[in-house]
C-alpha cells in the first residue's frame, strides 16, 4: 500500500473551473472563505421575503377538482385512493411548439410535471423550464383579482363593460380595435383569431413575443417564398454547422433537438461512429461547450461568416446563385473554411446548417439556400408551413391607433424597447385591458386587469411544430378564478363567456373523425390526437437569389449582444426561485446577469471580475457587474434579457438590471453603437463553480492537475478506436484492499448509475427535477456566496486548452453510494448507513448535523441546512411538496437518495402482484426528465437490465475510485471527434 497512485498517460490538458485557477488571484476563493467565517444576521423577514415562492405558494384556496361539481372527501372519489398518485396526460403550448406532459397529483393536486412519452416534442423528456411549472403554479404573487384602475372589481363588471364596447365595435367593424397576443398555433386559438377578423375586420391584431421565431421565418419567407417554420432532424445529421444556435438549449423544440443530437452522438463501442458539430458564435453557449470545433466571431461579422461559407461551397462546385456579388470584409481561417465546407460537402444529405433566432432574416434565407443546396431539405430539415395571420408582426406595434387596447398574455411595457411607443398607446387609448398571470409592469398602466389562469388549471389545446395536436386539460381548478387567453378571445369575439371545455370542443368535433366522444376521450388519455393536421415537408429554397442589401454593417468599436436568459428566458420565470437560483450552464451565475467579457476586452478597458460598469445606448443604460467569461468575442458585451423586473414578486423585483430598454428596435439584439464606462464600484455575484469542487486549492498545482486527469476522462473518437482501453489505463494503483470483511451486495435487486459524460450538454433539468421530486428548497444569494446551496446534483463545468476558446467539459456529481462509503465511517449517530440493496441512506431524525461526513467526502455532495427552511411554513405550501419525500429542519445533512421513494413504490407494487422489478420500472428524477438519456438507473445484477449493458461500456469508469470507495455511479468517458485535417500536430 505505499505504493504511489500515478497517472499512466497524462492527456496533457490542463483543466480549470475559472480564469483565476489561471492565475495567482484568489479573489473569489478569498471572498467565499471570508464569507463562511461571517456572522450570518438573517432575520425572520429578510428570509420570508427571500423565499418567496419556494415557501408561501398560493393562498388559501385549497385543492380543488377539474370538475363541474367538488365531491367532498367524506364520499371520496373512486379514482383517489389517499397516498396513491394519480396521473393525467396534458400538453402545454410554447410558441409554435408544443410539450406533450404527464402530471402526476396528489389528491387534486399537481405535484410534479413530467414528458409523455407518446408525444414527439417530448418522448417522455422535459427541460428546467417545464419542471419550473409546478412552482410558478403555486406563486403566492400571482394575480388573483380582477383590477379596475388598480382597484378591486369582478368579473361580472368587466364583463358589462366590454358588452357595451362589444356593440360599438361590432357596428364600426373594429375600427380602433387592436388585440396583442403571444404567438400561437394552437386549433382553437387559429379558429378564434379566425372569428375575430370576420367579426372586426377594421381590427388590428399584433403578435408579439419579445423573445420570437420573425427572424426564421422572414428568412425562410425569403428563400422558399412561404411563411414556414424549419423541423430539424438532427439525428440524421452527420456534420452540423451551427451559426449563432443554441440549438440544444435556447433554442425552440430544445428537447427534441438534443435527444436527436446525442442519438447521434451516441456511442456503444469503439465501433461506433459520431456526428460533428461545428460552431461560430460570439459567446460560449451550451451547444458551443459540445462542439467538437468552435471558432469564435463577433455578432456583426455572423453575416460575414455566413458568406464566406456559402463563397466556399461555390469555389468547391456547389452553385448557388447570387453569392459571388456579395462582399466579405473580415478575414477568416482559410483552412477551417476550407476544411468545414469540404466536411458539409462530402455528408450532401446528411448534414445540416443552422442559425439563432437571433439573427437577421437573410442570414437564415442564405443558410436555408445552403441547405437546399447541399441536399439537406428532406433528409434533415423540413418545414411546416404557417397560416399567415399567425405570423409575428411584433414591429407592427408601435403603429397601431387604439381606441381600445387588449393585451392577452402579453407584458410589453416590460419588454419595450427604447423607441418603443407602447406606454403612450396605452395612456393614450380610451380603453385598456390586459389578461395576464401577475399585476406585472403592463398591469400599472391599464384599466382593467384581468387575471390569467395557469395552464395545469385550464382547458385548451397545443400544437407541435411536426403537427401533432393535443388537448390541455386542467390538473386543478383555477386557484384564483382566473380565466384563459382563449376564454378571453371568446368573450371580444361574442361579448359573452364561454367555457374553455365548449370552446375546444367546438373546435375539436371539425377534427375528429368518426365516435367524437370515443376519440376525444382517447386523445384525453394519450395526450395527443392520434392523426396528424400538418406534416413537415419539403421546401424549394435554392432558387432564390441573393442581393446586396445582405451585406453587413461593421462596426470597429465595442458591441453589445442580447440574448434570452439560461433560466428567466425573456422574463417570464423571474418570480420563480427554482430558476433564479439555478446555476447558468456556461457561466455558473444565479440571481444576477452580468455584463460578460473576454479577458483581453477586460484588461483593454482595466475592468475586473465585479466591477461595475455602465452600458449607454442613446438615453437609455443599465448598470451591471462585469463577468469575465473564456470563450468570449473580443469588443463583445454580452447580457441577459429576463431580468430588472420590476412588478413581478417577490422573488423576481430588482434583481439584476432590465437591457430591453437599451434595444432600439424589436428583435434588433445587436447595439453597435454603445458606450461603456467604468464606475469605480463592485457588486458581489454568486457564482457556484468553485463551492463544491474536488480540486481543493490546498492541494498542489500539480496534485489538482493529476486529480482532474482523473476525474475528467476524455479522448477523440480516432483515440478510442485505435486505444478503446483508454480510460482503465488512465490511472494505475496497486491492488485496493480493504481493511475488514466487506459485506457482499449479492441480492437482488442492486442499484446502481451510470452517466454518459459523451451525450450530457450540461442543461441543468436534472437539477430541477431532482428539486421538484425531492422538495429541495431555494437558499438565495447570500447563501449561495457562502457555498449554501443546497441542489443535490450539480453540473461540474471545466475548461481545458486555450483561454480565449477553451474547450469545456461537463459532469453531473450526486452522492455516488459508495459501498465503502467514507461519510458512514464517520457519523457518531449512524444517520447515514448502507442499505442491503446498495444504497447510502439518511436517517434525517438522527442527524444531529456533525457534519463530519461532509468533511469526510471526497466527492463533496454532502449538503447541510444552515437555516430551517420550513419554519413557520403556511399549509398551503404543502400544495408544491411531494408527500413520499421528508421535509426536512435546519440542521440535517440531506443530499441524493437514488430516489428512494420511486425504489419503494415499485417494490410495494412487484411485491403485491408477486413479482420482480421490471427493469425500467423505476426511474430516478434526473433520468426520467434528461433530454439526451445520459442518465441510466437500475437493477446492476439484471444482466438484462439497461443499466447493466451500460456498466459494460469499455469507457465506463469510477469517479475517484482508485479512494476504494466503490462508488455505485459510473461514469462514461466523454469523445470528441474532431476534424482530422484540423486537429493541431502535437510533439
Not at 388559501?60 to 377539474?66: E, N, T, V, Y
Not at 437577421?360 to 431539405?377: E, K
Not at 395527443?528 to 432564390?544: D, G, V
Request: charged fraction near 20%.
Amino acid at each position: 500500500m505505499s505504493k504511489e497512485v500515478k497517472s499512466a498517460k497524462p492527456t496533457g490538458k490542463k483543466y480549470w473551473q475559472s480564469l483565476a485557477e489561471l492565475s495567482d488571484n484568489k479573489d473569489i476563493q478569498a471572498v467565499v472563505a471570508k464569507d463562511k467565517n461571517e456572522s450570518n444576521g438573517f432575520s425572520r423577514r429578510e428570509f420570508l421575503n427571500l423565499m418567496g415562492a419556494s415557501l408561501a405558494l398560493a393562498g388559501l384556496a385549497g385543492c380543488r377538482r377539474p370538475v363541474e361539481k367538488i365531491i367532498p372527501y367524506v364520499v371520496a372519489p373512486e379514482e383517489v385512493i389517499p397516498g396513491i398518485p394519480n396521473y393525467y396526460a396534458t400538453s402545454f403550448q410554447n410558441g409554435f411548439d408544443a410539450l406533450g406532459l404527464i402530471i402526476e397529483n396528489h389528491e387534486g393536486r399537481p405535484t410534479k410535471i413530467e414528458g409523455n412519452k407518446k408525444h414527439p416534442s417530448t418522448l417522455g423528456k422535459t427541460d428546467a423550464f417545464t419542471q419550473a411549472e409546478i412552482l410558478n403554479l403555486y406563486d403566492p404573487d400571482r394575480s388573483t383579482a380582477v383590477l379596475k384602475n388598480g382597484s378591486p372589481a369582478t368579473l361580472q363588471d368587466f364583463y358589462s363593460t366590454w358588452n357595451e364596447l362589444y356593440n360599438s365595435y361590432v357596428s364600426n367593424e373594429g375600427d380602433g380595435l387592436v388585440v396583442v397576443s403571444e404567438a400561437s398555433t394552437a386549433p382553437t386559438f387559429a379558429r378564434l383569431k379566425n372569428e375575430f377578423h370576420r367579426t372586426f375586420p377594421k381590427a388590428k391584431w399584433v403578435i408579439y413575443n419579445p423573445v420570437n421565431e420573425e427572424n426564421i421565418l422572414n428568412g425562410v419567407k425569403q428563400a422558399t417564398g412561404k411563411y414556414a417554420i424549419p423541423y430539424y432532424n438532427f439525428e440524421k445529421a452527420q456534420v452540423i454547422l451551427s451559426i449563432d444556435s443554441d440549438f440544444l438549449f435556447h433554442e425552440s423544440g430544445s428537447i427534441r433537438n438534443s435527444m436527436g443530437f446525442a442519438n447521434g452522438r451516441r456511442v456503444k463501442s469503439q465501433n461506433d461512429t459520431m456526428n460533428r458539430l461545428y460552431i461560430a458564435e460570439s459567446s460560449m453557449s451550451v451547444t458551443g461547450g459540445m462542439a467538437d470545433h468552435r471558432i469564435i466571431v463577433k455578432n456583426d461579422q455572423i453575416a460575414d461568416f455566413t458568406i464566406a461559407v456559402g463563397k466556399e461551397l461555390v469555389k468547391q462546385g456547389v452553385k448557388i446563385d447570387g453569392v459571388d456579388q456579395l462582399h466579405i470584409n473580415t478575414l477568416f481561417d482559410d483552412k477551417f473554411i476550407k476544411e468545414l465546407v469540404a466536411d458539409l460537402i462530402a455528408n450532401r444529405g446528411a448534414s445540416l446548417v443552422t442559425v439563432g433566432r437571433n439573427q437577421p432574416d437573410n442570414i437564415h434565407a442564405l443558410a436555408q439556400t445552403i441547405n437546399d443546396t447541399l441536399g439537406n431539405i428532406g433528409n434533415t430539415i423540413s418545414y411546416t408551413e404557417l397560416a399567415e395571420n399567425l405570423v409575428p408582426n411584433s414591429e407592427e406595434l408601435d403603429e397601431v391607433n387604439a381606441s381600445t387596447i387588449i393585451m392577452i398574455g402579453t407584458n410589453p411595457v416590460y419588454s419595450a424597447t427604447s423607441s418603443s411607443k407602447i406606454r403612450n398607446i396605452i395612456e393614450s387609448a380610451e380603453h385598456s385591458i390586459q389578461l395576464s398571470s401577475h399585476v406585472d409592469e403592463t398591469a400599472q398602466l391599464v384599466e382593467w386587469h384581468i387575471n390569467q389562469s395557469h395552464f395545469l388549471e385550464e382547458w385548451n389545446d397545443t400544437q407541435s411544430v411536426d403537427g401533432h395536436i393535443g388537448i390541455t386539460q386542467p390538473q386543478i381548478l383555477p386557484l384564483f378564478n382566473g380565466i384563459s387567453n382563449i376564454e378571453m378571445i371568446g368573450l371580444i369575439n361574442t361579448g359573452e363567456f364561454t367555457k374553455g371545455y365548449d370552446l375546444v370542443q367546438s373546435t375539436w368535433k371539425n377534427i375528429i373523425g368518426g365516435d367524437f366522444q370515443t376519440n376525444w376521450n382517447m386523445t384525453l388519455h394519450d395526450g395527443i390526437y392520434s392523426e396528424q393536421i400538418q406534416t413537415p415537408h419539403k421546401l424549394t429554397a435554392n432558387r432564390f437569389r441573393i442581393n446586396g442589401s445582405f451585406d453587413a454593417e461593421q462596426n470597429n468599436g465595442l458591441i453589445l449582444e442580447l440574448k434570452p436568459s439560461a433560466y428567466t428566458f425573456d422574463g417570464k420565470y423571474s418570480n420563480n426561485g427554482w430558476m433564479q437560483e439555478l446555476p447558468n450552464p456556461v457561466t455558473k451565475l444565479t440571481w444576477d446577469n452580468a455584463a460578460l467579457m473576454s479577458h483581453r476586452t477586460a484588461k483593454r478597458l482595466n475592468i475586473k471580475n465585479e466591477d461595475v460598469i455602465k452600458i449607454a445606448s442613446g438615453n437609455e443604460y443599465v448598470l451591471l457587474p462585469v463577468w469575465i467569461m473564456p470563450g468570449q468575442a473580443d469588443d463583445t458585451i454580452t447580457v441577459e434579457l429576463g431580468y430588472g423586473r420590476s412588478s413581478i414578486g417577490r422573488i423576481g423585483n430588482n434583481v439584476g438590471q432590465n437591457a430591453y430598454k437599451l434595444m432600439n428596435s424589436v428583435n434588433n439584439f445587436l447595439l453597435t453603437d454603445i458606450k461603456v464606462t467604468k464606475l469605480g464600484t463592485t457588486y458581489s455575484l454568486a457564482c457556484t463553480q468553485d463551492n463544491h469542487g474536488m480540486n481543493d486549492n490546498k492541494l498542489a498545482d500539480n496534485a489538482i492537475q493529476d486529480r482532474l486527469q482523473n476525474i475528467i476522462r476524455e479522448a477523440s473518437l480516432d483515440e478510442y478506436q485505435n486505444h478503446p482501453d483508454f480510460v482503465e489505463h488512465a490511472v494505475h494503483h496497486p491492488p485496493l484492499k480493504s481493511m475488514w470483511d466487506e459485506f457482499e451486495y449479492d441480492e437482488s435487486p442492486q442499484w446502481g448509475m451510470t452517466i454518459d459524460l459523451n451525450v450530457c450538454t450540461g442543461c441543468n433539468a436534472c437539477s430541477t427535477a431532482c428539486q421538484s421530486e425531492n422538495n429541495i428548497p431555494i437558499v438565495g444569494k447570500r447563501e449561495v456566496r457562502m457555498g449554501r446551496e443546497m441542489h443535490w446534483i450539480r453540473l461540474d463545468r471545466y475548461f481545458t486548452g486555450d483561454p480565449d476558446n477553451p474547450e469545456v467539459a461537463l459532469q453531473p456529481v450526486a452522492c455516488q453510494h459508495c459501498e465503502m462509503a467514507p461519510c458512514e465511517q464517520v457519523c457518531p449517530v449512524a444517520a447515514t448507513t448502507h442499505s442491503e440493496d446498495g444504497m447510502n441512506s439518511m436517517t434525517y431524525n438522527r442527524c444531529v448535523g456533525t457534519r463530519y461526513c461532509a468533511n469526510n467526502c471526497p466527492y463533496k455532495v454532502r449538503r447541510f441546512n444552515y437555516f430551517n427552511f420550513t419554519k413557520d411554513m403556511p399549509e398551503i405550501v404543502q400544495m408544491a411538496r411531494n408527500p413520499d419525500v421528508t421535509v426536512r429542519f435546519r440542521g440535517v445533512i440531506e443530499k441524493c437518495s437514488y430516489c428512494v421513494q420511486r425504489v419503494n413504490v415499485a417494490k410495494i407494487n412487484a411485491k403485491n402482484e408477486q413479482r420482480e422489478i421490471h427493469d425500467g420500472e423505476v426511474l430516478s428524477a434526473c433520468q426520467q426528465v434528461c433530454p439526451t438519456d445520459a442518465i441510466t438507473f437500475g437493477n446492476i445484477l439484471d444482466p438484462d437490465s439497461k443499466v447493466s449493458k451500460e456498466r459494460e461500456n469499455n469507457r465506463n469508469y469510477a469517479l475517484l475510485g482508485e479512494l476504494n470507495t466503490k462508488p455505485r455511479t459510473l461514469y462514461q468517458a466523454k469523445l470528441r471527434n474532431p476534424n482530422p485535417n484540423l486537429v493541431e500536430e502535437h510533439s
